[in-house]
């Protein structure tokens, strides 16, 4: 017999504690294929009105915040970097007073590849914006032209490089599963955000919600999203793949919201799809460790005891012809995994 230990793949990093701000649409110059803001926020309106509204909202929110409880301040559901310069100095000195105070221990937002000039992602990283948040969707071209993202691959890793240079941290948001993407497309796009090596990641696979131009294309038969059991095929070696690079994977799909789910036509939205992702991807890991030799026993983490099998036990077959059936893998007070295999012959 012989022992391996080995950490689980996923990069250890502190949650922070988020505070959304939500300015649906507010500087987007259009509308992508497949965006439904308002349903995805809950929130509506990206005029002035809205953008008061988010305002008056947040400092209702951050005067709530306990001294010594400390928020990290996050701008969604637009472009955050097109905004009027006007209302992006207003949200930031907001933000940085209440920074001053204690209660605001960092500031991020969210926004699109052709609206981060360096020197623009430079000034705001004076006026205390600390990460950005890029939503790339995809790096291959016709995917994002069939998207309506108005935006090429290429200025994606050129706002990767801004963001980088300005002293920002990184997150790149795929969405994996659009017109024309496939999984091929979607390994692409993994190794060029491995190249681009942001902090961390979010991947929501897209969904076909109400009112949207991707349901137009549904309903009339031409676009099929991609199924569940296909979304976690790809996903999980996506996620690994990310993980070993020490990219975070912060987020499996869209954020739970009741006029969201109300929304969803058709698509890969389950509310396990993170964990099964997940634990399609620590699957991999351990397959992949084993080299084709057969496990004896496992002891892992208690705390990955909820997902370690996958969602209702879906992985314990593959798991059983590694040798590692509900007998042979015991959950323990530890943080690494220490895996038992037969000698080679």
Avoid at 10 to 38: D, M, N
Avoid at 135 to 149: E, I, K, P, T, Y
Avoid at 180 to 187: A, D, Q, R, W, Y
Wanted: net charge neutral; proline share 7%.
């Amino acid at each position: 017999m012989a022992f391996r230990r080995f950490p689980h793949p996923a990069p250890r990093r502190a949650k922070p504690r988020i505070l959304p701000v939500f300015t649906p649409r507010a500087g987007c110059a259009g509308t992508c294929i497949f965006c439904a803001q308002e349903h995805q926020t809950g929130r509506t309106g990206a005029a002035r009105s809205g953008l008061e509204a988010s305002y008056a909202e947040m400092l209702r929110d951050l005067g709530a915040i306990r001294p010594g409880q400390p928020v990290e301040l996050a701008f969604y559901g637009g472009t955050f970097t097109a905004l009027p310069e006007a209302w992006r100095a207003r949200f930031l000195q907001a933000a940085a007073d209440f920074r001053s105070r204690g209660l605001v221990s960092a500031v991020r937002c969210s926004t699109r590849p052709d609206a981060c000039d360096p020197v623009l992602l430079a000034r705001l990283k004076g006026m205390g914006l600390d990460t950005v948040e890029l939503g790339v969707q995809s790096f291959d071209g016709a995917v994002l032209h069939l998207a309506r993202r108005g935006h090429t691959g290429e200025d994606a890793l050129k706002a990767c490089e801004a963001a980088r240079g300005a002293g920002l941290g990184l997150a790149i948001q795929l969405l994996p599963g659009l017109p024309g993407h496939t999984p091929e497309m979607f390994e692409r796009d993994i190794a060029l955000c491995v190249q681009a090596a942001p902090d961390m990641a979010r991947l929501h696979p897209c969904l076909v919600l109400a009112g949207t131009g991707l349901e137009a294309l549904w309903r009339r038969g031409e676009f099929t999203p991609w199924s569940l059991d296909a979304t976690v095929d790809a996903l999980s070696p996506a996620v690994l793949a990310l993980w070993r690079s020490g990219i975070a994977v912060t987020r499996i799909g869209l954020a739970p919201e009741p006029s969201l789910d109300e929304a969803v036509l058709a698509g890969p939205r389950h509310p396990a799809l993170g964990t099964m992702v997940r634990a399609g991807a620590l699957l991999a890991d351990i397959r992949q460790g084993l080299a084709g030799r057969r496990a004896v026993s496992l002891a892992a983490p208690q705390r990955l005891s909820g997902e370690f099998w996958g969602h209702a036990r879906s992985l314990a077959g593959d798991y059983a012809a590694l040798g590692l059936d509900s007998d042979a893998v015991r959950f323990e007070d530890r943080d690494d995994f220490l895996l038992e295999v037969l000698h080679d012959e």
